[in-house]
């Protein structure tokens, strides 16, 4: 009998700590084949940042940096710079990326460091209980902001997939989602991709991957699945933003 | 640059750090602007890419110090230096990096402070070095020069203890032997015997375990155990790498002690004081960390009264009263850093006399 599907070598064989319906999974999964489909498995370093993600080294069989918060791109850099033979990437979130840490991602991805950076958006603080993220959509209920994020004194969520592209130094930036077959294949896609800009020493390349979050969203993993697509896509176009080498 | 010969060179503390850092096999700095060490940087910038080296003028000390988390974990010997506003942003990496095991060298050319304080010399941050300056209760190892010879040698030894214990350490010295000129030996890289990087992350190869550098310990006891396992490393490393430098103590009926530049112009005092004929010593401690207590606790056993002098209201004090026996004085002269302060030989010998005509 022919196994037509299989866990991917860079994953360990163990359950996660993810809650049902969370996207973290997937994300990682598609992290992993294209570290096995590149055969980079054992050249690679994982860094992993604080939250959710930072449980990488339990479920990825790589060898793996534990950043503090946000400075995953700065830890990253070293590594990098250190041994510029390696595979060299960052798994962070929203809070993680897009607020402590947006001085290290920025800068980083200006320098063109020849890393990749996987940003989960799923608009909240998961790990420390759901409270307001810089990605929280407008009017959006979390536990820091009970009335709604007000624009006016919070400010608008950050896309980060185009701001990144802005800069110079930034290869390739890419958003997708995990929230239909069709999203996962074409986030397969551009998962392999931004490997392969490393691969090829081509420079910084950038994937925003909008998750779900069931939990600090309240809602069960199907609704919350039904609003990455009612909410989250309409706020947050997917799409490639840049490609510079069009791989 | 490898130096063949070890004929004197006249050079600045700072650029005597960065000469020796290149010669000990650091190969990657990260640093940010600021005044009184920046002759680091632009010294390293300038030679490291020669070397096959990375410079990186990083956009923040937390960025500089995350590098450094990030290269030592992949091995290689690397480095960062700053004065006290930077090396408060550093705290949160240096904690990580203490949590996480990580060797790695720091250099803090101190200045006056609190907040933007002032760009003279200061001895201000000395509990910020030797306490644990983050979060979650640690130590590093900190060296304190006293000239610019002791630049070039502590900051070689700072790399080689980092690697041995595991352990950032800091070379902290001020702006007096930052910038001054003096001539050097360039010693040679010493012979020391290193431990195998056996944990360093470098990608997981077939047959080779996973290795992970991190600092998250959540399984009961696992924090705990960590602790007591750095406890013991604490304790090995004062038991073994105590250093010191005493100047007649032997027959003295009292014992000046100061650290880094305020020794230099202590050691002057004292000869001022034995010429005068006064039986006075110097202990000079340059490891602050570990700190040479029992030293202090031998030479306390005949010598009833210490006097210690600092360029701050007072805290290595803290370290010498709780090292020296329990019926001995220990008089404080110290003036607050900032520009005009640093005390002069003749205001420091007045100091010991003073001291020694009330002795006991």
């Known amino acids: 009998m022919k196994q037509v599907f299989t866990r991917p070598e860079s994953l360990k064989d163990v359950a996660t700590h993810f809650c049902p319906g969370c996207h973290h999974g997937s994300v990682h999964r598609l992290v992993a084949e294209a570290l096995d489909e590149f055969g980079i498995r054992s050249q690679t370093i994982g860094v992993a940042s604080v939250g959710c993600s930072v449980f990488l080294y339990g479920y990825f069989d790589v060898d793996v940096i534990e950043a503090p918060h946000g400075r995953a791109p700065a830890v990253a850099t070293g590594a990098k710079r250190a041994r510029p033979d390696r595979v060299v990437f960052t798994y962070q979130g929203d809070g993680d990326l897009a607020a402590i840490g947006m001085s290290e991602i920025i800068h980083a991805a200006n320098r063109g460091e020849d890393i990749t950076v996987i940003f989960v958006n799923n608009t909240t603080y998961g790990m420390t209980g759901g409270q307001m993220a810089p990605t929280t959509l407008p009017g959006q209920k979390t536990s820091t902001s009970p009335y709604g994020r007000d624009v006016s004194k919070d400010g608008s969520p950050f896309k980060m997939a185009e701001l990144l592209s802005n800069l110079d130094g930034v290869a390739f930036s890419a958003r997708v989602a995990l929230n239909s077959p069709k999203n996962v294949l074409n986030a397969k896609k551009m998962i392999k991709t931004a490997f392969r800009y490393q691969v090829e020493k081509k420079g910084f390349s950038f994937i925003e991957a909008l998750a779900s979050c069931p939990t600090n969203w309240g809602m069960n993993p199907l609704d919350a699945n039904q609003r990455v697509t009612d909410e989250m896509i309409p706020y947050f176009p997917l799409g490639v933003y840049k490609n510079t080498a069009n791989l | ?360």
Not at chain 2, 249 to 272: H, N, P, Q, W, Y
Request: proline share 6%; charged share 20%.
């Open chain 2, 1 to 360: 640059m490898q130096y063949t010969s070890v004929e004197k060179i006249f050079v600045k503390g700072n650029e005597a750090v960065a000469m020796a850092a290149i010669e000990v096999g650091c190969r990657c700095y990260f640093g940010y602007p600021i005044t009184p060490q920046s002759d680091i940087p632009e010294y390293l910038s300038r030679e490291l890419p020669g070397l096959g080296g990375e410079f990186i003028q990083a956009e923040s000390e937390i960025g500089a110090i995350n590098m450094l988390l990030g290269a030592s974990a992949t091995g290689v010997r690397a480095m960062t230096s700053s004065s006290g506003p930077g090396i408060s942003l550093k705290q949160e990496g240096i904690s990580y990096m203490a949590g996480s095991e990580l060797p790695g060298v720091i250099v803090d050319i101190m200045r006056a402070g609190p907040g933007l304080g002032g760009i003279d010399a200061s001895q201000a941050d000395y509990w910020q070095a030797t306490k644990g300056g983050g979060h979650g209760g640690y130590r590093i190892i900190v060296l304190a020069p006293a000239s610019v010879q002791e630049m070039y040698d502590l900051t070689m030894l700072a790399f080689d203890l980092s690697d041995i214990y595991r352990m950032p350490a800091m070379v902290l010295a001020d702006s007096v032997v930052g910038q001054m000129k003096e001539s050097v030996t360039p010693n040679l890289r010493p012979q020391t015997v290193l431990p195998k990087k056996e944990w360093v992350v470098r990608g997981r190869a077939e047959g080779t375990p996973q290795n992970v550098v991190k600092s998250l310990y959540l399984g009961d006891g696992e924090m705990e155990a960590f602790h007591w396992k750095m406890q013991a490393r604490y304790k090995e490393l004062a038991d073994n790498e105590c250093r010191w430098e005493e100047v007649q103590t032997s027959d003295a009926e009292l014992i000046v002690t100061a650290f880094g530049s305020t020794s230099r112009i202590a050691k002057t005092a004292v000869a001022m004081a034995r010429e005068a004929g006064m039986k006075v010593g110097l202990m000079r401690p340059i490891t602050l960390f570990p700190f040479p207590k029992k030293t202090y606790a031998a030479l306390s056993e005949r010598c009833k009264l210490f006097l210690d002098i600092e360029l701050s209201t007072g805290q290595m004090i803290d370290d010498v009263r709780l090292s020296v026996a329990r019926d001995v004085d220990v008089a404080f002269y110290g003036r607050p850093p900032g520009a005009g302060s640093l005390p002069t030989p003749e205001e420091l010998f007045e100091q010991i006399k003073k001291n020694y005509r009330a002795r006991a």
